[in-house]
């Protein structure tokens, strides 16, 4: 099936590579094969069935544009639109508090790159914490096993940054000093939301 975004373009589904073990592969913390966003999703579901939060990858509206019906009982999608530009990935509640945030990976070992972010997206997050919501991303360095999460408004300071021609990565030095590193654990496999406690229980106007 092809998919297109609004303007025409056809969307490529990333591939997420299977062939190289991660430093985890000899500990049993689940499929190591997994992408970050099937990480993530195996956690909060870990989340919402132990009534700890709810939180939801949010679904793309997409317009079906060309459906072949090889038989009466079955169709078959064969061309389809987003309807508009996504925000960010994920949405949901914990501790009475509106979470926002993306999820991102890089086979980079020394900066993530700035290009994996979008404009509508970082106005959605600026929207997001006007309104005293809590926003951030969480970014993996793939070839290093390592996992970050990072606040919107250490982001925001590289993205602005880079508009005045500075570097249009962030250095993994500064991410080591800057963001929360996650550890994989078992059950959820990635507890993103211990960092968010340190986010809550931070001053209001830290976030």
């Keep these: 099936m092809t998919i297109r975004y609004p303007n025409g373009k056809v ?20 499929d190591r094969g997994m992408s970050l966003e099937e990480e993530i999703n195996d956690s909060n579901t870990y989340y919402l069935e132990n009534d700890i939060a709810v939180i ?5 509206p997409i317009q079906i544009v060309k459906v072949d019906y090889p038989s009466r009982s079955a169709a078959v999608i064969k ?21 926002d945030f993306e999820a991102k990976e890089t086979k980079s070992k020394t900066a993530f790159p700035l290009k994996n972010f979008h404009d509508h997206q970082i106005k959605h997050m600026r929207q997001c914490l ?12 793939a070839s290093l096993g390592r996992l970050f999460l990072l606040k919107a408004t250490d982001l925001f300071s590289y993205w602005d940054h880079q508009q005045d021609g500075g570097r249009k990565s962030i250095p993994l030095t500064d991410i080591e000093q800057r963001a929360a590193e996650l550890q994989y654990h078992i059950n959820p496999l990635i ?17």
């Design 11 to 30: 969307y490529r589904q990333p591939s997420h590579s299977k062939s190289k073990p991660s430093k985890f592969a000899n500990v049993n913390f689940g």
């Design 56 to 60: 939801h990858k949010k679904p793309t």
């Design 79 to 99: 061309e389809a639109y987003f309807q508009h530009a996504s925000t960010t990935d994920y949405n949901g509640v914990y501790r009475g508090k509106y979470l």
């Design 130 to 141: 006007h309104q005293g919501g809590i926003c951030f991303v969480i970014i993996r360095f």
């Design 191 to 207: 507890p993103y939301l211990n960092a968010i406690d340190n986010i809550i229980d931070e001053k209001p106007s830290s976030n």
